[in-house]
């Protein structure tokens, strides 16, 4: 029986072979759309901490509790994404440890407010153990199956996640005031495991497939900023004297958020990861872009409460809410991802200079959230012109020549 050449068959058990860098139609699959989904509680969890954080004024507690936990959020989301771009294998046994892995991300989206709260990690641990004992048994597999080199990344894949779970164990040990600096440490090191991993060989990760994962989870934290315009629009509608006051922040989330969707899937991004010196660099970037798009969800709804007086902040603080995580979303996305491919002053200038109206934007108290929107309206506006003359000039160049 024949079937789409480009369809994959699950299996019983198959090698755990290396997925090709040149491979023709590797797009994401649905177990891994099923694993993003399980961030999607994760997310949200962090966000309404950091939700209550800053209306009763703890910024100072709030950011770093949020900054930790989306760390801890992402780089279990970073460890599987960059594996399974390099072993799907697709057989049960694959199936079946990624499935455990979602149960580890779903223990520890219970245990963030526990860990936010009153520093008390336990929970998030053991759903980062269950997830590190998956993981870890994708590299042995991967290191069974594979030679020489390769075999000896899988293994030191397999060992550094290892150790770095041991250490953790310093959350649950350390006293409170040593625990930010453990975290820091341990995120450090966390992050160096792949460095010295494929020091000598580097795992067949695939670029297309790898810019579409990273831009379906842009498109999950981008979900959270929806929910909260639409918690914006579900307010002003109970709430008729509000009504004047939470309608600008609901339109003005919607435009914020439909261009950081336009602003961050702009550009080919597949194109510049050739390596894994960009690739690194781009990725761990990421850390700040999806960071901030969350937090920009979590913002408009502090703008809220603020707005129906719920929150114990000034208004220059709720708008602050939303106008840093934007301008660090914008300014990070060209960093890491726009400015390779922008072309001239103007079109490299575009994003860092709106990054700073926005910052601007905050002075604007309540109506600052639709200022924002405003301002990142004209990014986009600018953007598309800017692009759509040099593609011109390119042509009449072409035709010239």
Known sequence: MSGHPHVRHTS?????????????????????????????????????????????????????????????????????????????????????????QMAGVLILAAGIPRAFNDSDFTVVWFGYLVMRLALV?????????????????????????????VGWLGLLLLPDDAKSWLFLGMAIVEMSVPAIAERRHQTGWHPHHIAERYGLFTIIVLGETVL???????????????????????????????????????????LHLASNRQAFAWGYGHYLVFGSAAAIGAGIEVAIEETIGKAHISAFAAAGAVTLPTALFMFSVWMIHSRHHKRGMAQQLV?????????????????????????????????????????EANGRAQEAG
């Open 351 to 391: 994003l860092p200079v709106s990054a700073v109206l926005v910052l601007a934007c905050t002075y604007a108290g309540r109506t600052a959230v639709l200022f924002t929107g405003l301002v990142a309206t004209l990014t986009v506006a600018v953007g598309v012109t800017l692009a759509a003359r040099r593609a």
């Open 137 to 165: 048994t994708q590299w042995l597999r991967a290191a069974y199956s594979t030679r020489g080199e390769e075999r000896r990344t899988a293994l030191m894949y397999a060992a550094g996640v290892s150790l770095c779970q």
């Open 12 to 100: 019983l058990l198959r090698p755990m072979a290396a997925r090709g860098r040149e491979e023709e139609h590797r797009a994401a699959t649905p177990l891994e759309l099923f694993f993003d989904l399980c961030f999607v509680a994760a997310v949200a969890q962090a966000g309404r901490q950091l939700v209550h954080a800053l209306a009763e004024g703890h910024p100072g507690t709030g950011i770093p509790g949020y900054l930790m936990m989306f760390f801890a959020i992402w780089w279990a989301w970073v460890n599987f994404t960059w594996f399974s771009s390099a072993y799907d294998t697709d057989d049960v046994p694959y199936r079946v440890v990624t499935l455990v």
């Open 228 to 270: 909260a315009a639409t918690v914006a629009v579900q307010s002003a509608l109970d709430d008729d004297e509000a009504l004047d006051t939470l309608l600008p922040i609901a339109g003005g989330g919607l435009l914020i958020i439909f261009a950081a969707y336009w602003i961050y899937f702009a550009v080919p991004i597949h």
